[in-house]
């Protein structure tokens, strides 16, 4: 059984195979004039797929089909091209052209992973007895899309991350005059209000020590976010050592996240060919 739907599979293998490089399926300078099939990008691609969802190791997922090392010199290969990036940026354009980003309304917060491996962006989990972790800073729209993140240890706490998260808005274009950003209690500080006023953003900052509901603000739309993004086992419990493998595997489960919200919403307003049959 597939790891994921075909009617999911199928358009984001679509848009992915655009971007990458013509390559001969033998080596025309081989001196024997022979040499063994190059492997299909397809079958890699639904590897990473399946690393991605299942959280495996990469010998416990190849096979005859497709080697371990296989899969990590074209993983490796495609970061270099930036084609996990650029998945990521397409999608959110055909999401905003389609159905349409709430950037009006941005919701950012922490969340702590397992981290075993260790690696760049590890460090001592303060809520898992001091073992490796992973926190990550994620930015969504008001509806929950992930517009990115920002990766530091697990001992960093959510407010110096906030800066660098809010500058990913520059990647995103033209914004409304009028943003507001939703954040926990964790950013109730006079820091964090400069930040935000020096990016004419206005703020909704939960106040320490008050007891408010998730569901009085806008803020459990990255909540729901994480709980997607956790889905994915790889994300969950990261044994990735280097910070640009992460962001590769982050942006391919970003680009999931996206291109199924964008089919479902746009599944009771449009019709196309391969519209699935119910509703996903």
């Known amino acids: 059984m597939p790891v994921l739907p075909s009617w999911l599979t199928d358009p984001l293998w679509d848009q992915f195979a655009a971007f990458l490089p013509e390559r001969p399926t033998v080596d025309p300078s081989h001196p024997l004039g022979c040499h063994r099939r190059r492997?299909?990008?397809?079958i890699v691609f639904d590897k990473l797929l399946q690393l991605l969802r299942?959280?495996?190791s990469y010998q416990a997922i190849s096979d005859t089909t497709c080697s371990a090392t296989t899969i990590r010199?074209?993983?490796?290969?495609?970061?270099?091209?930036?084609?996990?990036?650029?998945l990521k940026q397409i999608m959110l354009e055909s999401y905003d052209r389609i159905v349409g980003l709430v950037l009006d309304q941005i919701a950012i917060d922490g969340s702590i992973t397992k981290a075993?491996?260790?690696g760049e962006v590890a460090g001592p989990s303060p809520v898992d007895r001091g073992k490796q972790g992973l926190k990550r800073s994620g930015m969504t729209d008001g509806y929950?899309?992930?517009l990115g993140r920002v990766l530091a240890g697990a001992n960093r706490h959510d407010s110096p991350l906030l800066a660098p998260t809010l500058d990913l808005l520059d990647d995103l274009g033209p914004l409304p005059d009028d943003i507001t950003v939703h954040l926990d209690a964790g950013y109730d500080s006079d820091i964090s209000r400069t930040e935000l006023a020096v990016r004419n953003l206005h703020g909704r900052i939960a106040h320490k020590g008050?007891?408010?509901?998730?569901?009085?603000?806008q803020r459990w739309h990255v909540e729901r976010t994480h709980a997607w993004q956790n889905a994915f086992h790889?994300?969950?419990?990261?044994?990735?050592r280097r910070a640009t493998v992460i962001n590769a595997f982050f942006d391919l489960a970003d680009t999931i996240i996206t291109i199924r919200s964008l089919i479902r919403r746009a599944w009771t307003t449009h019709r196309w060919d391969d519209r699935p049959k119910r509703r996903p």
Request: positive net charge; hydrophobic residues 35%.
């Open 54 to 56: 299942i959280g495996c």
């Open 234 to 240: 790889r994300l969950a419990r990261c044994y990735e």
């Open 144 to 146: 929950g899309i992930p």
């Open 39 to 42: 492997i299909s990008d397809r």
């Open 73 to 86: 010199n074209r993983r490796d290969e495609w970061i270099r091209l930036g084609i996990f990036a650029r």
């Open 116 to 118: 075993p491996g260790g």
């Open 210 to 217: 008050e007891k408010a509901p998730i569901q009085a603000s």
